[in-house]
């Protein structure tokens, strides 16, 4: 019997990545190839005639699962009964401006979009928060939604989690398909943890460490980590725009696991509402290595820690508190 369709909304959709992500749903590259979907599409007044644009390319390209298309300006009518929602929109750092500033400017967006999820969404939607600062975003809006579930709001990590995996398979000269299991910890930002210790690479003769492979400590705790920590940087010094692409992708990756389950040994990185495991402050939005399953995700317990990690683990986290102090000085 066919599936009824999940709608699902993506804000800021007539931006960047919204032009790369909303034709991968239309495909069903997030949900699968056989779950019909129907967009809900946000954008501000300014961008209401490329959102429109958007729109028409969609009806033009066909899509068999594209069960529909709402395209619109108004916040209650774009979050109105859907079941998953990509909030791509947000108040981007401009130069000269102060974190201060951009926070505020996101805390408001924040905070009506969370209060029209709140009333509107259907009952058990799910959330993922990819505009910057993406951890804080998704704990303002956390904060305004309290009727959403805290564990169905999380934050985009996937994209530094798939960096990571493509430096490690460049560097092995692998199959990045083959690298499983690295981990990000902590915030969006330069001051997130890249983590190969517990990661691992299928070779013939079986699956082999990575730290073991690449045999140099020097690189795995120094440009390995750099380079993952400030790609996003790297590719807009490359493409004088930043990365939608990938971050398109890497959003399908995240809820396509997330709705339809990790494989089995396999984990993935999330951010999502610490509960305190590995020492770090509850109340955060932290990226953890989690394992998902019928549509829940689970923090993956138990990992060793060596010092170099535990310093790094706690310094995204020093970052995340002080985030979250200036988010909520904004809120008075």
Not at 48 to 72: C, H, I, Q, R, S
Not at 169 to 190: A, F, M, P, T, Y
Not at 212 to 218: F, K, P, Q, S
Request: with cysteine.
């Amino acid at each position: 019997m066919a599936k009824e369709p999940v709608r699902v909304l993506v804000t800021g959709a007539a931006g960047q990545i919204g032009y790369a992500l909303v034709p991968m749903i239309a495909r069903g590259v997030m949900l699968g190839a056989d779950q019909p979907v129907i967009l809900h599409l946000l954008d501000i007044p300014p961008a209401a005639e490329a959102l429109n644009g958007v729109k028409m390319e969609l009806v033009d390209a066909a899509f068999p699962l594209l069960k529909g298309v709402v395209a619109t300006t108004d916040v209650v009518e774009a979050c109105t009964g859907v079941n998953i929602a990509v909030m791509v929109g947000g108040f981007p750092r401009k130069e000269g401006m102060e974190r201060k500033d951009v926070m505020s400017k996101n805390v408001s967006i924040y905070k009506s979009q969370a209060s029209a999820l709140e009333k509107h969404a259907a009952a058990n939607c799910k959330v993922l928060v990819v505009a910057n600062p993406a951890n804080t975003n998704a704990l303002i809006l956390k904060e305004f939604a309290p009727s959403i579930p805290e564990k169905n709001i999380t934050c985009l990590t996937r994209l530094d989690h798939n960096r990571a995996l493509g430096q490690v398979s460049e560097r092995l000269n692998v199959q990045v398909s083959d690298v499983k299991n690295v981990i990000i910890w902590g915030n969006h930002s330069s001051s997130q943890y890249p983590d190969v210790n517990h990661a691992t690479v299928k070779t013939p003769s079986g699956e082999k460490a990575v730290r073991e492979l690449v045999a140099d400590d020097a690189w795995l705790t120094g440009e390995f980590i750099t380079t993952v920590q400030q790609r996003g940087a790297a590719i807009i010094k490359a493409r004088k725009l930043s990365s939608a692409l990938s971050a398109a992708s890497s959003a399908c990756d995240h809820i396509r696991d997330w709705v339809l389950g990790t494989p089995e040994g396999t984990w993935v990185s999330m951010g999502v509402y610490s509960d305190g495991s590995y020492n770090v402050p509850s109340g955060l939005i932290y990226s953890f290595p989690v394992t998902c399953q019928n549509g829940e995700w689970k923090i993956v317990q138990g990992l060793s820690i060596d010092e170099f990690s535990r310093k790094k683990l706690d310094a995204t986290a020093d970052e995340l508190s002080e985030e979250k102090a200036l988010a909520y000085s904004c809120l008075s």
